[in-house]
Each structure stands twice: as C-alpha cells, then as structure tokens.
C-alpha cells in the first residue's frame, strides 16, 4: 500500500530565513504529488503538485518543490518566509488510476519574529 | 466558484446521538470525497463518489456511517450512535475534470462528542 512519511512534526522557522519540509513516499511506481497548507480551522489549499516531466515545480506563494525519483522523495521549499507561512503543511500522493489521495502526517511550520 | 461549502462548521453531540453533515462541492465537480482528520494528524480517506455513485469506502468507514449524494450534487456524512472516538474534523472536498485534478476542500466541520 502507498504511504506518505513527513519526518518532522514541527519545524520553527525565523521570518526571511529560508524554509525546507521533507516529503518521502512509498510507492510501486511514481505517483502523482501534491503539498497542502492547512491554517487552523481552515480546509486544505493546494500549493503544487507534480505529475510528470520537469523535476522542479514551482507553485502559489512562493513555493516550490523537487521530485528525486532515487529518493522517492517530493520536498518543498521558500527561499525567504513570511509570517503568515506559519500553518500546517501537508503531503500527499495519488497512485496512477487511483482514487484517493493519501496523505503524511503533516509538518506545523512555526515562524519567529 | 464559490467553493466547496460545508455545514455545520462545528456539530457538539452527546454519545450515542446521530449526526448528519452536508456539503456543496464546486457546481461542476463530479467527484465528491470525505475525509477524516483527527488532532495532529493528516487526512484520512472516508469514501468516493463519481456523481451519485459511491465507488469507494475506506475501511475505517464501519456501518454507523454513511454517505449519500443524491442527484450527483450535495452530499450528506451520517454518523449513528456517536461514540467519543468519532470527534474529528470532518473534510469534504471535490474535483472535476480528469481523476487526478487536485482537490478542493471545504474548511470542514468538526465535530465533539461528550
């Protein structure tokens, strides 16, 4: 079965300093890879996400994520964070054909002053 | 697109009582999804609906919870006889377009049971 590992729980931050979460996958084959950011008490907004073709994908906000097929991992990064990048961020995989997206456990990005 | 809508925002119950949300996907979305998402965790996947056909249900999804969507359009998550271990958020999200279009969540309802 397909799983999705973020490694870290939480992840402090200092505001302008540059930010990396970690997103590793189990899969047969290359899934379809998606990042989520969640604020609290809010639903799920898509940052990016990767099908095919160029490794480096950039997306909303400032984001942007690398595909590493030898590492079967799908990490995201901003150069210089703001404040309002504190939340939840969440990855996700869908396996080709399938029918649902499989998400890691989350990383709670904190950002300091 | 006024986005996916859902309601109530939070739902208080006392064990044992039946609970029932709704939600309203994006107007032209035929896929419909509920999620699952406890304290400190992500999303877990509930059930699956290609306009009014259910074409998948986890196996966390035991028979006090159902799900409908009449019509292809809203859709309603029942719970039966709530125990404490059904407090959670509650995600509905929809997509349209090929199966791998990425979804649209609505912010949710979040349930308490006491």
């Known amino acids: 079965a397909q799983s999705v590992t973020q490694p870290d729980i939480h992840i402090t931050v200092s505001e302008g300093a540059s930010l990396e979460l970690r997103c590793n996958y189990s899969?047969?084959?290359?899934?379809?890879l998606f990042w989520y950011v969640q604020s609290p008490g809010q639903g799920l907004q898509l940052l990016l996400k990767?099908?095919?073709?160029?490794?480096l994908v950039q997306g909303i906000k400032g984001f942007e994520a690398e595909f590493k097929r030898s590492q079967s991992s799908f990490n995201l990064r901003k150069p210089s964070v703001h404040w309002s990048d504190a939340a939840e961020y969440f990855c996700?995989?869908?396996?080709?054909?399938?029918?649902?997206?499989?998400f890691g456990g989350g990383t709670r990005v904190l950002v300091k002053p | 697109d006024t986005g996916v809508s859902q309601n109530p925002r939070h739902k208080i119950t006392k064990r044992g009582q039946n609970v029932t949300f709704r939600c309203d996907p994006i107007?032209?979305?035929?896929?419909l999804y509920w999620y699952r998402q406890t304290l400190g965790q992500g999303p877990e996947f509930l059930t699956y609906?290609?306009?009014?056909?259910?074409?998948?249900k986890s196996r966390l999804l035991s028979d006090r919870f159902s799900a409908e969507r009449p019509k292809g359009s809203f859709s309603t998550l029942e719970i039966q006889r709530t125990e404490q271990g059904d407090s959670a958020m509650y995600l509905c999200?929809?997509?349209?377009?090929?199966?791998?279009?990425?979804?649209?969540f609505g912010n949710g309802t979040r349930l308490t049971v006491t």
């Open positions: 996700a995989v869908l396996a080709p054909a399938g029918n649902k997206l499989t």
């Open positions: 609906f290609q306009n009014e056909a259910q074409l998948e």
């Open positions: 899969y047969g084959a290359t899934p379809y």
């Open positions: 990767y099908f095919s073709g160029d490794t």
């Open positions: 107007s032209e979305h035929n896929r």
């Open positions: 999200a929809s997509s349209g377009g090929s199966y791998n279009s990425p979804l649209h």
